[in-house]
């Protein structure tokens, strides 16, 4: 994110607006990723290998713990992301 922030303040963007940038392009890296590890998590639940640990998804436990802990971080990311743009606006 420092690049991205540093690259949009070369460009002319104030900070504020080059932080937004930063945020907005890590977005779609990150889905992907998420959904990537979804993805391997299932096909090992499908067809689980010898030695390697269970699926996430073959306890009831780790999906509800995964699902509660997806929206803690989504919660805490957005008001972080919040507080700090707020912190750009103000600071120099």
């Not at 509800?64 to 600071?91: D, E, H, N, P």
């Amino acid at each position: 994110s420092g690049c991205t922030i540093t690259g949009g303040l070369f460009a002319g963007l104030t900070r504020p607006a080059a932080a937004r940038f930063s945020f907005l392009l890590s977005l779609p890296i990150m889905l992907a990723a998420g959904l990537k590890e979804l993805s391997d998590e299932y096909k090992k639940l499908k067809a689980p290998e010898e030695g390697e640990p269970p699926s996430l998804f073959a306890s009831g436990d780790q999906v509800t713990a995964l699902v509660v802990g997806t929206l803690v971080a989504a919660v805490v990311g957005y008001l972080s992301i919040a507080w700090l743009l707020r912190f750009l606006q103000r600071s120099s």
